[in-house]
């Protein structure tokens, strides 16, 4: 399995036998970086890589530990977080242990390579520096100016091929000699790092002595991680954890550029490329992820990341899509990416709405009001016939289309309609009146519309775009599934789509397929015709919460939850098979959206937060399984102030106190509850219950095991009335499930079910595939 470890200055990508490529951002140093061992009196040499037996990840280092019956080393590794800029990109030490004399060949790929698409100078020559009785290698290219230093203390080359010789590649080496009797307490820093303007003795030298210092200033920035951003604390440890990852993963795709802080999209190994995985910024990426920061309470990530695409906006108000590491090696606005996406425009505005409405940062707004406004014009300035934001100006969700690329996508128009909603809301914050009034117009049309132009009734559901002819392209999608995102916008007549998206024809036992199985042209291994993203099952878990449909956005937050777990430890992938329970080959395994799609469905969803600082206001819905008792959050941002808040189930009320530090303007209050100015007198605690359902249920949530179809319990609706709660499942014919229920009212009977003590006892009809069961709760 891969492994990630990255910072802002570098990173390592490789695998879980310990072989790693080094990058100094935006330089891939070094690739294939193995061990080799030859153990005294023992005449066979070692591969040290097939001995890799454990994998230790934290958030501030990964730990590989080779274990040999005579021997064992540890392989150290991190990125330097901190306020310290480090001479370093990422580090590596050893930690050696032996019975015996033991020499270790530690072997490498020079490369020498900028990230793509920077142009490139030759591949590199390594001069081995003889230093005492030790030295180092320069890594030179072409360009006398572009060159690295890799050592190790006590080490000596390995093949140096004379001149004289046929010509012929070998990786460099470094050869260690360890003796056991005077070299046991020591560590062996490997050094990595682009030549500056200064001897390389002195360059290496001030690494080895500083390395101590870095790996301390990490430990110290993670292990004070917690302290400001929100943690949970619920009774599954998976939820706990899941969440904190989510976090650090995302904090993790911070990179320095030139004194700006960006977020890249994600990480993966680059084998023989210069692209690892997708580590240059992108604007829509950074934005749909901005409200998990803003939910975790990172404001600071959340301006910095704001920033970064403000300062590229264009001329004409338009955001831009990518834009890499290496752009200022080449003219960057001469290629085709800088702003190939339409939807990063809108999703702007959306994402400073939502970073104001949970900061109250009005003067950060201020500052940027001009480039809102633009942002917002140019969606304007870019309607199809209809008012409708058009797919003129570059992709709107896919990049390609077996039925020809789209001219109007519902993605795009459901983005667009919430882009409106919170321009009517900035401009009124802004002191704008005229434009507050016409962008809530715009919002009010934009939603009829979607609901005229896009639904077919025959259907039951939301076309996937409308052609320039006017007609629809009928594919069945996830896409309109954004329509639920801000909380603004819910599609009428969406009930049956919306079953048909937690059912095995959209969801697999991992996360939902972006198209129906069924589609002619659906590919279970294709990028954008029937793969699984994170980032979809995100967007599905949050509507079908929004939508009074927690079991089954509960089975898809946890499908992402228990990712963090799968592949790239603490991470989250990019894409898996539409098929079968794998990550595609090239999915990037630490992918900064996908981690956000952890986040966002849990806060806004399961415990159900929704902000509204500028009036000092938290409103809660929550969704807590019927399973748990009760749950707590630590450090929920409002505003200036952090609130920590517990979940309480007594009787058939759900109650939530709020605790803060320090007496504060604060209002707990009901989603349901009119948006007003807090009338509360400052206090530190708060408190309000909500009524329970009647009847609740919880569903097992794990993933399978890996190379599996679906073959898990589906939950396709739910709906309560007055006296009657009805639930729809969809199983496996012939297969029986127990799941957990809570009856909140006394005299409840149940049909299509059998109640037990705190269970209900489902058996599905038999027959081949899925089949259907109604249960009926009345009272």
């Known amino acids: 399995m891969p492994w990630t470890v990255a910072g802002e200055h570098g990173a390592l990508f490789g695998r879980q036998s310990g072989k790693f490529e080094a990058w100094q951002w935006p330089v891939k140093i070094l690739s294939d970086f193995r061990i080799r061992a030859e153990l005294a009196d023992y005449a066979v040499p070692i591969d040290v890589n097939a001995l890799a037996a454990e994998i230790r990840v934290t958030p501030s280092e990964t730990t590989i530990t080779y274990s040999h019956a005579a021997f064992t080393v540890r392989q150290h590794m991190f990125a330097a977080r901190g306020s310290t800029t480090p001479a370093l990109g990422a580090a590596v030490f050893f930690e050696i242990e032996s019975a015996r004399p033991l020499e270790l060949t530690f072997s490498f790929t020079p490369d020498m390579l900028q990230m793509w698409p920077a142009p490139n100078h030759g591949r590199p020559n390594g001069e081995w520096v003889k230093e005492g009785e030790s030295g180092f290698y320069i890594l030179h290219t072409d360009d006398p100016k572009f060159s690295a230093l890799v050592a190790m203390p006590q080490t000596r080359p390995g093949i140096l091929v004379p001149y004289q010789e046929h010509p012929q590649t070998y990786p460099l080496e470094l050869k260690l000699s360890f003796d056991p009797k005077n070299d046991a307490r020591k560590t062996f820093p490997l050094i990595m790092a682009l030549s500056r303007n200064e001897s390389p003795t002195a360059q290496i030298a001030s690494s080895i002595s500083g390395m101590t210092q870095l790996r301390t200033q990490t430990q110290e920035y993670y292990s004070h991680f917690s302290d400001q951003h929100l943690q949970a604390e619920t009774p599954d440890r998976r939820v706990n954890e899941a969440l904190r990852w989510a976090e650090i993963a995302i904090d993790q795709a911070q ?235 819910a599609l009428e007549n969406a009930g049956p789509m919306l079953s048909r998206w937690a059912s095995n024809e959209f969801s697999a036992d991992w996360g939902t397929r972006d198209i129906s199985e069924h589609t002619a042209f659906y590919d279970p291994i294709s990028y954008h015709q029937g793969s699984i993203w994170p980032l979809f099952t995100g967007w599905v878990s949050l509507a079908e919460y929004r939508a009074g449909r927690s079991l089954s956005g509960y089975a898809h937050l946890m499908q992402n939850a228990e990712m963090t777990w799968t592949q790239d430890l603490g991470a989250v992938t990019e894409l898996l098979s539409g098929q079968f329970f794998q990550p595609l080959g090239r999915s990037s395994s630490h992918q900064l959206w996908s981690s956000a799609m952890v986040i966002s469905p849990m806060l806004r969803g399961l415990f159900g937060l929704d902000w509204d600082a500028l009036n000092h206001t938290l409103r809660i819905s929550p969704h807590l399984p019927a399973d748990w008792d009760g749950a707590k959050l630590w450090n929920v941002p409002l505003g200036t102030a952090k609130v920590d808040l517990e979940y309480r189930r007594t009787g058939n009320q759900m109650v939530i106190e709020s605790h803060s530090q320090d007496p504060d303007l604060f209002c707990l209050s009901l989603k349901t509850s009119p948006e007003k100015p807090c009338p509360a007198a400052s206090t530190a605690d708060h408190r309000i219950s909500v009524p329970l359902d009647p009847v609740e249920l919880a569903i097992p949530a794990e993933l399978p095991s890996p190379g599996n179809e679906t073959r898990q319990l589906k939950a396709l609706d739910q709906t309560t009335a007055a006296r009657e709660a009805t639930f729809t499942f969809a199983a496996r014919g012939g297969s029986s499930y127990d799941l957990t229920v809570r009856l909140n009212r006394p005299h409840i009977s149940v049909q299509g079910g059998e109640l037990g003590t705190g269970k209900l006892h489902l058996q599905f009809p038999s027959g081949s595939g899925y089949q259907t069961q109604t249960v009926s709760f009345r009272w």
């Open 255 to 489: 990179v320095d550029y030139h004194g700006e802080t960006g977020l890249v999209a994600g990480y993966y190994e680059s084998a023989d490329s210069a692209r690892p995985g997708y580590a240059w910024f992108f604007g829509r990426d950074t934005l749909w992820t901005s409200y998990a920061i803003s939910s975790y309470g990172d404001f600071g990530l959340t301006r910095r990341a704001l920033d970064f695409l403000f300062k590229r906006q264009r001329e004409d108000g338009k955001i831009m899509h990518e834009f890499s590491q290496s752009a200022d090696a080449l003219d960057w606005k001469q290629t085709p990416y800088f702003y190939a996406s339409a939807d990063s425009t809108p999703l702007l505005v959306m994402a400073m709405w939502d970073y104001v409405k949970t900061s109250a940062d009005v003067e950060y707004l201020k500052a940027h009001w001009d480039a809102v406004r633009k942002a917002y014009q140019f969606t304007r300035a870019h309607e199809a016939n209809d008012g409708i934001y058009s797919n003129s100006e570059g992709t709107g969700w896919v990049e390609s289309w077996p039925q020809g690329m789209p001219k109007e996508e519902v993605y795009l128009a459901a983005v667009d309609q919430q882009s409106a909603a919170a321009m009517s809301r900035l401009a009124a914050v802004a002191g704008d009146g005229q434009l507050a009034s016409a962008a809530k117009s715009k919002a009010a049309e934009i939603a009829s519309k979607i609901g005229s132009e896009f639904y077919s009734a025959p259907d039951k559901f939301y076309a996937f775009s409308r052609n320039a002819d006017g007609s629809l392209d009928h594919t069945a999608s996830i896409y309109s599934s954004v329509a639920w995102w801000d909380g603004t916008l």
